[in-house]
């Protein structure tokens, strides 16, 4: 089973910060939080990834909450392009993914 | 620099037959994947390969599927017979994380996927 829990779905208009929570209560210490997203009928893409530090690169910042049980990712800007399924996964070395969250980027 | 390469894009089978499907990572990568992805669901991992040896096959049914990875570059996915439940897309992943690297190292590319029909 996957260990983090996102919500089905999440809405957002377009040129607004989208924030996509995910819960991964049960993270190991070594383990790092990755964020891929997966764009319709194309394969995943790596967004992000983090140990314990926020984390900020060209696409996207990731924000870890100090006991590492929760995250966030932020989409500073989000566009029409970023309407995708967000997958939130914890792990060292494997990934696996769960279902998503469903993020529709409206005009 | 090119990204993963998997033919054929779609294929359409009836049950009891067989099917390969083939992947070319990006050149370098050491470690390549093979997921499946059931309609609604995340990708699974069904096999992992270090160069041309198999770290993780844990998840792949071994009945009807095989894979390999000759000479540590290109990988075939072979189902032999297929049933309706393996209609599915099954994608193809390469990355350079070698075994006890570092996790940071672990951004895995993800090729177009072949999509899988079975009748």
């Known amino acids: 089973d996957a260990k983090t829990t996102q919500p089905p779905s999440m809405d957002c208009a377009e040129g607004r910060a989208a924030n996509l929570p995910c819960n991964h209560s049960?993270?190991?210490?070594?383990?790092?939080v990755y964020w891929y997203r997966q764009i319709h009928s194309q394969g995943p893409q790596y967004i992000i990834h983090g140990l314990k530090n926020n984390e900020t690169n060209e696409m996207a910042s990731l924000i870890i909450t100090e006991d590492r049980k929760s995250s966030t990712l932020i989409l500073p800007h989000a566009t029409l392009r970023d309407t995708a399924v967000y997958y939130c996964i914890v792990g060292y070395s494997t990934l696996t993914f769960g279902k998503g969250t469903m993020l529709l980027v409206s005009p | 620099e090119a990204g993963v390469a998997q033919s054929p894009r779609y294929k359409i089978i009836e049950k009891r037959q067989s099917v390969a499907f083939w992947c070319n990572p990006i050149?370098?990568?050491?470690?390549l994947y093979w997921y499946q992805q059931i309609l609604g669901q995340g990708p699974k991992l069904l096999i992992q390969?270090?160069?041309?040896?198999?770290?993780?096959d844990s998840q792949l049914p071994k009945d009807r599927f095989s894979a390999e990875r000759l000479k540590g570059v290109d990988s075939t996915l072979k189902i032999q017979p297929a049933k309706l439940e393996d209609s599915a897309v099954y994608l193809c992943?390469?990355?350079?994380?070698?075994?006890?690297?570092?996790?940071?190292?672990?951004?895995?590319?993800f090729g177009p996927g072949t999509r899988l029909t079975v009748l």
């Open positions: 992943a390469s990355s350079l994380v070698k075994l006890g690297g570092p996790p940071g190292e672990n951004e895995q590319f």
């Open positions: 050149s370098g990568h050491a470690t």
């Open positions: 049960t993270i190991s210490g070594n383990e790092y």
């Open positions: 390969f270090q160069n041309n040896g198999v770290v993780d």
